[in-house]
């Protein structure tokens, strides 16, 4: 059993988090919980979409050797809850930097 894209991803979140930190975006901007239901949403969104997915044949969990091989439902990897957080989560902060980024120079 190996880890290593499991840490991968929660190395990823750590970045993330950190740039989400040092701009003060949003988990550290003082919006923790719109972050928290945001992200939630946007994962139970993509969780169903995976359940479905796999329900109609079309989602199919591949065999690797850098996954844990721990499942949460058949076919849906623990790795896959991770990815869906950090999809979400650097999605809201890339929309909320370009957001800072272009407020800041002002109107053209």
């Known amino acids: 059993m190996s880890f290593l894209y499991l840490a ?5 979140l750590v970045g993330t988090g950190l740039l989400d ?4 975006l949003a988990l550290f901007g003082g919006a923790a ?3 928290a239901l945001i992200v939630g949403a946007a994962v139970a969104f993509f969780l169903v979409w995976d359940v ?3 329900a109609t044949g079309v989602f199919f969990r591949g065999a690797g050797p850098w ?8 076919e849906l990897p623990l790795e896959e809850l991770f990815f869906l957080i950090l999809l979400s989560y650097s ?3 890339a ?6 980024v ?3 120079r002002g109107p053209r």
């Not at 930190?21 to 003060?24: A, D, L």
């Not at 929309?95 to 800072?100: Q, S």
């Open 8 to 12: 991968s991803l929660a190395f990823a």
């Open 21 to 24: 930190y040092r701009h003060r």
């Open 33 to 35: 919980g719109r972050t």
């Open 52 to 54: 479905v997915g796999i």
């Open 67 to 74: 996954m844990t091989g721990v499942l949460l439902g058949p």
């Open 91 to 93: 999605t809201l902060i």
């Open 95 to 100: 929309y909320l930097l370009a957001t800072k």
């Open 102 to 104: 272009l407020s800041a």
